[in-house]
């Protein structure tokens, strides 16, 4: 039986919840005996029960329920196999695998409350050592992972996000879609995902005719007050998966700033609806969209304004071979390739 920290079931879905989601849809698929552990907190989707099989365990939810109900729960049936895709493991449960999507509380602290920094950092500098292995989303987190934890390389797994190919999802024509004058940017409001930069760049760079379209949650160092105002900005928040789909099959482009990420989903959602990608050349991003995105650096708001300008107004000469690649680079993120790796992985060191 394998036992799956499923907390991620209760929380509203980003990517790391649709990351551990898609590998669970398909890790059933494999194994029987699949055991999804959560706090007695209501589900995301109330359907989750006819496809998983669900043990809510204790009886609060959190970080308590994470460090002290689940192994305690764990204890109680003989320290079984755990395997925690998002968020934190146990602290010292040594017969699990655990998931760092990034080391960005490492390369940028200044974005990060003290107390989260201590509490992940503490989490990561014990289970690196304790736990039998860590699994991460790119070879750019692998080796961040190394550089700042000092563990050995072997013991890092990558197990890359994956988009679940929608062969029926609705493409617009490049000659429809470039009637269209929505700029489209997916991320939570914060800092690392670059969407100011963005914003205050649009403004400044004279296109006219066009609306930027911000899709995600609001962080905590955002505010979208001064942009209010300004008819050429929309903040959508919070999007149902359906309506984030009707953006990417809307938008003239996808725009995905960001200035750190362990993998970045969205260009790859955008690529399956056929939308050109417009992308930060930092961290992993370039590793992840290949040759399918026309790159800009995060920080040079002239040469962003610059790209984006060239992408607009040489659509259909640059946006056929973006669209092409996109297509193509989507082959190389099968969900089943990933789970069968992991599962090499477990088996190899016999657990």
């Not at 959560?38 to 669900?54: A, H, Y």
């Not at 010292?92 to 999507?101: E, V």
């Not at 040489?314 to 071979?321: F, G, R, T, V």
Request: hydrophobic letters at 40%; one cysteine or more.
């Amino acid at each position: 039986m394998i036992y799956i920290n499923a907390r991620f079931l209760t929380q509203r879905k980003t990517g790391v919840q649709q990351y551990a989601l898609v590998l669970c849809r398909e890790l059933v698929k494999h194994v029987p005996d699949v055991c999804f552990l959560t706090p007695n907190s209501e589900l995301i989707d109330s359907t989750l029960k006819s496809e998983f099989n669900i043990l809510p365990i204790g009886r609060r939810n959190g970080h308590f329920w994470e460090q002290i109900e689940l192994p305690r729960f764990l204890k109680s049936i003989g320290n079984p196999m755990l395997l925690c895709f998002t968020g934190l493991s146990p602290l010292f449960y040594k017969n699990c695998y655990f998931t760092i999507h990034d080391m960005s509380l490492y390369a940028f602290p200044k974005w990060f409350r003290f107390a989260y920094r201590a509490m992940y950092k503490l989490n990561y500098a014990v289970q690196s050592k304790f736990a039998r292995g860590i699994f991460t989303v790119s070879e750019f987190s692998k080796t961040e992972i190394i550089k700042y934890l000092s563990v050995d390389p072997n013991k890092v797994t990558v197990l890359r996000n994956s988009i679940v190919r929608d062969m029926e999802c609705q493409k617009l024509e490049l000659t429809e879609r470039a009637l269209k004058n929505e700029i489209l940017l997916v991320g939570t409001l914060e800092p690392r995902k670059n969407i100011e930069f963005v914003i205050n760049a649009f403004l400044t760079s004279g296109i006219k005719n066009y609306k930027l379209v911000v899709v995600g949650g609001m962080g905590s160092a955002f505010s979208k007050i001064s942009y209010s105002q300004n008819e050429n900005i929309v903040f959508c928040g919070y999007l149902s998966d359906e309506e984030l789909e009707k953006k990417y099959h809307d938008a003239l482009l996808f725009v995905y700033p960001s200035l750190y990420e362990g993998f970045g989903l969205p260009p790859l959602e955008a690529m399956q609806y056929g939308c050109p990608v417009l992308a930060s050349n930092r961290a992993s991003i370039p590793e992840v969209c290949g040759d399918a995105a026309y790159y800009f650096d995060p920080e040079n708001a002239s040469e962003f304004s610059e790209k984006l300008c060239e992408l607009i107004e040489h659509y259909e000469e640059l946006s056929p071979a973006l669209v092409r690649n996109g297509y193509l680079r989507l082959e190389q993120f099968d969900v089943h390739v990933v789970v069968s790796k992991m599962l090499d992985v477990i088996s190899e060191r016999k657990i």
